[in-house]
């Protein structure tokens, strides 16, 4: 168990639907990142805060949108969804000073 | 662009029959090189960080050296339980936060 949280497992929704994902980060870890895990693609990276900031932006849609809150936790807001968003969505957070990231078990999203 | 190329794709080795799994990585700068393992349908569990060419770590039947333009997973005897998917990620230098590049993975089988 690596300590990061992500709710729900599984998520199944209709095209153009919005959804959301939620992550709470391993205690005191103050960086969450979001990736998604699709079979074509691989693991690729979306998004990351740090304390309630933007730190850094992948290859995230304009679809798709994410906040921190003052708890750490983190939302991942996915929307118009289409039938190729279908994947694994990951939340990962890392300690402050370190390197390595430590994920969530996921949730997976299947729309249909 | 960085980018991180594993090879093979896929593994079987017999239970007990060492053999090496390879990522080579293109990257400005190396901030450091990871590995994960995942199991089906699981989040990537963190197994190493490698800073500078030339480091090696261990851990039980697993060993990670790096050079300058790879790295390996050596597995020692493998057993079943090791059967896995092995992900290598590349963190550059010039990153504004700590995203990771994946690459495609070795997905491991050993037969008992």
């Known amino acids: 168990d690596s300590g990061v949280t992500q709710t729900p497992k599984h998520l199944i929704t209709a095209t153009g639907q919005r959804v959301t994902l939620r992550c709470s980060p391993r205690?005191?870890?103050?960086?969450v990142y979001w990736y998604q895990q699709s079979l074509d693609q691989g693991l690729q990276f979306l998004i990351q805060?740090?304390?309630?900031?933007?730190?850094a932006k992948g290859n995230i849609l304009e679809r798709f949108s994410a906040q921190q809150f003052p708890d750490l936790h983190s939302e991942l807001n996915l929307s118009s969804l289409e039938l190729g968003d279908s994947a694994l969505y990951f939340c990962?957070?890392?300690?402050?000073?370190?390197?390595?990231?430590?994920f969530g078990q996921g949730t997976r999203l299947t729309v249909v | 662009e960085d980018q991180v190329t594993q090879s093979p794709e896929a593994l079987r080795l017999q239970e007990g029959e060492s053999s090496s799994l390879n990522c080579s990585y293109t990257?400005?700068?190396?901030?450091?090189l990871f590995w994960y393992r995942q199991d089906p349908g699981k989040g990537p569990e963190f197994l190493f960080t490698?800073?500078?060419a030339g480091e090696e770590k261990e851990k039980e039947r697993l060993k990670a050296t790096l050079t300058k333009k790879e790295s390996f997973l050596h597995i020692t005897a493998p057993k079943p339980e090791d059967s896995a998917t092995y992900l290598c990620?590349?963190?550059?230098?010039?990153?504004?936060?700590?995203?990771?590049?994946f690459g495609g993975g070795t997905r491991l089988m050993v037969k008992p």
């Open positions: 805060y740090y304390n309630g900031e933007e730190r």
């Open positions: 990257v400005s700068g190396l901030r450091g």
């Open positions: 490698l800073y500078s």
């Open positions: 990962a957070s890392s300690p402050q000073g370190r390197t390595e990231a430590f």
């Open positions: 205690s005191g870890d103050l960086s």
């Open positions: 990620a590349v963190q550059a230098i010039d990153n504004a936060g700590n995203m990771l590049t």
